[in-house]
Nanobody
Framework: QVQLVESGGGLVQAGGSLRLSCAASGRTFSRSSMGWFRQAPGKEREFVAAVSGSTGNTYYADSVKGRFTISRDNAKNSVYLQMNSLKPEDTAVYYC?????????????????????WGQGTQVTVSS
């Protein structure tokens, strides 16, 4: 059973930055694809960013391209989300998730349904 624990959320002013971290258990982390998703109040959970296992391909939602960066450290079984130029509309609970699939096509965003293991989430609030 894979366990994912997010940290790094908080309250920040618009234009500020936060770095989210996700620590994962398990010995197959380097082969796992990892993703960040978010859910704002009253809205469905949506894709934010992902990094594929093995290929290292990265994927971003259009709404965060150029502002957010996903990275991973396989030695630490961790994935990160650096969020810059934050906007009030980025306010949400952010979830880390794991997929056992490898994503080869750099232009096709991994489907949310592929991600079967989820963390508890961390709140990010951006004030205007």
């Amino acid at each position: 059973q894979v366990q994912l624990v997010e940290s790094g959320g908080g309250l920040v002013q618009a234009g500020g930055s936060l770095r989210l971290s996700c620590a994962a258990s398990g010995r197959t982390f380097s082969r796992s694809s990892m993703g960040w998703f978010r859910q704002a109040p009253g809205k469905e959970r949506e894709f934010v960013a992902a990094v594929s296992g093995s290929t290292g391909n990265t994927y971003y939602a259009d709404s965060v391209k150029g502002r957010f960066t996903i990275s991973r450290d396989n030695a630490k079984n961790s994935v990160y989300l650096q969020m810059n130029s934050l906007k009030p509309e980025d306010t949400a609970v952010y979830y880390c998730a794991r997929s056992s699939f490898v994503y080869v096509d750099p232009f096709i965003i991994p489907p949310q349904s592929d991600f079967r293991s989820w963390g508890q989430g961390t709140q990010v609030t951006v004030s205007s």
